[in-house]
């Protein structure tokens, strides 16, 4: 299947956005600049937070320092940076000048139901079709495309996101399940006033993936950053958790 291109959407690629659409969705954009460790560890008290709700829940939010994340069953740095093991799978992603986002989908919803490529086509599709509306059109990576080891941005897999100049990777993607439900962490390298976690075009993108959206109760989002603090000492400001002992 060829990668899309420009603002003429192909409509094979994006009929999943439709049929696995959430009931709900609530969402938090933050603004603060946090470090790697405590991102990770945000995201992941998110995705308990999540699961013992059933809620869904996406959250996009900044760095406060170039950073360097590895799949849970990666070990591999870059250029001496320390990295951070992350919750989920997939290889080595450097953050900075990305957008970063968790989405969180709980057990027995169509999207968690389905295939993992199903589901990374379906966000994918969404984040293409919103960013195209905003004047940015990224193209997919074809389902025929082969993967190759290496660090995240230098190796499309199918349906990441294209530049759509160079077709160079600027968007990927990954995801773990857990008692049924799944957390998907992405990173977008995009134009500066497209990766404010504020950016308009991502009210589009939540619109997409759910019939209805809500901001996070600041209550409970003050209580997952308590929470995140402990995780965050327990495992990514860890040695051992970051060097997989």
Same mark, same amino acid.
């Given at each position: ?46 995705? +308990? ?25 990666? +070990? ?17 992603? *450097? ?14 919803? *169509? ?9 990374? %086509? ?7 079709? &919103?960013?195209?509306? /905003? ?5 997919? /990576? ?5 993967? &190759? ?35 998907? %962490? ?12 504020? /950016? ?21 989002? *003050? ?10 000492? *327990?495992?990514?400001? &860890? ?7």
């Amino acid at each position: 299947m060829d990668a899309l291109r420009g603002c003429g959407l192909q409509t094979n690629l994006f009929q999943s956005t439709d049929t696995m659409k959430l009931p709900s969705l609530l969402h938090w954009r933050d603004p603060d600049y946090r470090s790697a460790a405590a991102n990770m560890a945000l995201d992941e008290a998110l995705f +308990h937070w999540s699961i013992a709700n059933t809620v869904a829940v996406a959250r996009f939010y900044h760095w406060n320092h170039n950073a360097v994340t590895v799949g849970y069953f990666n +070990h591999e740095g870059a250029d001496g940076q320390t990295a951070v093991r992350r919750f989920t799978g997939g290889g080595l992603v *450097e953050h900075g000048e990305d957008l970063t986002f968790l989405l969180t989908f709980p057990a027995g919803s *169509e999207v968690a139901l389905a295939p993992g490529s199903e589901r990374y %086509q379906h966000v994918h599709a969404a984040l293409a079709e &919103s960013l195209a509306l /905003a004047g940015f059109s990224p193209g997919l /990576a074809p389902e025929q495309k082969p993967s &190759s080891p290496g660090p995240c941005f230098a190796n499309p897999v199918p349906w990441d996101l294209l530049d759509p100049g160079t077709s160079r990777k600027i968007g990927g993607g990954a995801q773990r399940r857990s008692r049924g439900a799944v957390i998907h %962490q992405g990173s977008i390298r995009l134009p500066k006033d497209l990766r404010n976690p504020m /950016a308009p075009w991502i009210e589009d993108f939540l619109s997409r993936m759910s019939e209805r959206t809500g901001v996070l109760d600041p209550i409970v989002r *003050e209580n997952l950053c308590t929470e995140s603090l402990r995780i965050e000492k *327990e495992r990514y400001s &860890s040695r051992d958790w970051n060097s997989g002992t």
